[in-house]
């Protein structure tokens, strides 16, 4: 069973950079699309960017368009999240999570589309 792990998180000050990696274990990624959302505890997730299986389209949610960027290199089975211009209310436990198997995707943030998210990684966005 795929099984994915995010890391890369860590504390950054305002402005600075991060960037998360998604690392898919027990199967491959390359057919899947990814999504990252992040979550702070007692408010709801929130979705943030999708790539599609093949790379060619992405979605980012309007909180960090401009800002993150997600690329993916199936050779290494592992799906990015660059972050730039952080900001504190960046800061959250970031997950990513895979979609279906399809032909095509759209990558809707639709959140209940996705399934097998990791155990995350903190993020923390303070002077």
């Known amino acids: 069973q795929l099984q994915l792990a995010e890391s890369g998180g860590g504390l950054a000050q305002p402005g600075g950079s991060l960037r998360l990696s998604c690392v898919a274990s027990?199967?491959?990624?390359?057919?899947?699309?990814i999504v990252w959302y992040r979550q702070v505890p007692g408010k709801a997730r929130e979705a943030l960017s999708c790539?599609?299986?093949?790379?060619?389209?992405?979605n980012y949610a309007d909180s960090v368009k401009g800002r993150f960027t997600t690329s993916r290199d199936n050779a290494k089975n592992t799906v990015y999240l660059q972050m730039n211009s952080l900001k504190p209310g960046d800061t959250a436990i970031y997950y990513c999570?895979?979609?279906?198997?399809?032909?095509?995707?759209?990558?809707?943030?639709?959140?209940?589309?996705?399934?097998?998210w990791g155990q995350g990684t903190q993020v923390t966005v303070s002077p």
């Open positions: 999570a895979r979609g279906p198997n399809y032909t095509y995707w759209a990558c809707p943030l639709r959140l209940r589309e996705y399934t097998d």
């Open positions: 027990g199967g491959t990624l390359k057919t899947y699309p």
């Open positions: 790539i599609d299986a093949s790379g060619e389209t992405t």
